[in-house]
């Protein structure tokens, strides 16, 4: 774990989907097995190049020579599918945090495609917030800062005034390259570059909540703790 800058409160906070509220790693594990047995594939062998890499790179690695489109259909084909009848829930402590948040202070940024992440939230009674950036609504994905950018700008928040609750790499370093805290949540494990680590959501609600309430940090004292 890395210092965290600037003491103070935030007055935005951004969360990851998959991993982060909702629990679906055996749901992800799953699609890429069905996609996997399509193309006569070891599934194990898939789904770790897929937790590394962005789906098209996952088929040049894994399936080269075969074509990225029909491989995507497929994997969206699948993934609809688990939205509809998969078997999955929200971690615990999801619901309470997220209808603690005031409205307007939190955002939804996702590697998944919205209509999906409604799908889930419906299912498990998730509230949805009024911003929800997903794999459409940039050109350029986790772990680019981009989509974690693209939240603050919706909400008119300045990158330094934002948490980001996150459980994967790709999404830690997003954060980080936006300027953010991150804090990870849901891993054994630290991920590398994390401010701070908490093994479960739930462990992370109460202080998440304590960052969030009371006045807007001052961008001045930022900086100066910063200097």
Not at 33 to 61: K, M, N
Request: proline letters at 7%.
């Amino acid at each position: 774990m890395i210092q965290e800058p600037g003491r103070g409160r935030f007055t935005h906070v951004l969360f990851d989907v998959d991993g982060t509220l909702i629990d679906a790693v055996s749901n992800q594990r799953q699609v890429w097995a069905g996609w996997a047995q399509r193309y006569g594939l070891d599934g194990d062998e898939v789904y770790r190049v897929a937790l590394r890499t962005r789906p098209v790179e996952t088929f040049a690695e894994v399936a080269p020579g075969r074509d990225a489109q029909e491989c995507l259909a497929l994997l969206h084909e699948l993934e609809d599918e688990d939205v509809r009848s998969g078997d999955y829930g929200a971690f615990d402590g999801a619901g309470e945090l997220l209808r603690a948040l005031p409205a307007g202070s939190w955002a939804l940024v996702t590697s998944n495609y919205e209509h999906r992440v409604r799908g889930r939230f419906q299912r498990t009674g998730l509230p949805l917030p009024d911003v929800l950036v997903d794999a459409a609504a940039v050109d350029e994905g986790k772990p680019s800062p981009v989509p974690y950018l693209r939240a603050a700008e919706l909400l008119g928040a300045a990158p330094e005034e934002c948490l980001v609750i996150e459980d994967a790499p790709s999404g830690v370093r997003s954060g980080l390259a936006a300027g953010m805290t991150v804090w990870g949540v849901n891993t054994d494990v630290a991920v590398d570059g994390v401010h701070r680590h908490f093994p479960r959501l739930r462990d992370a609600v109460p202080h998440i909540l304590a960052a969030t309430a009371g006045p807007p940090r001052q961008h001045s004292a930022l900086g100066q703790q910063a200097s």
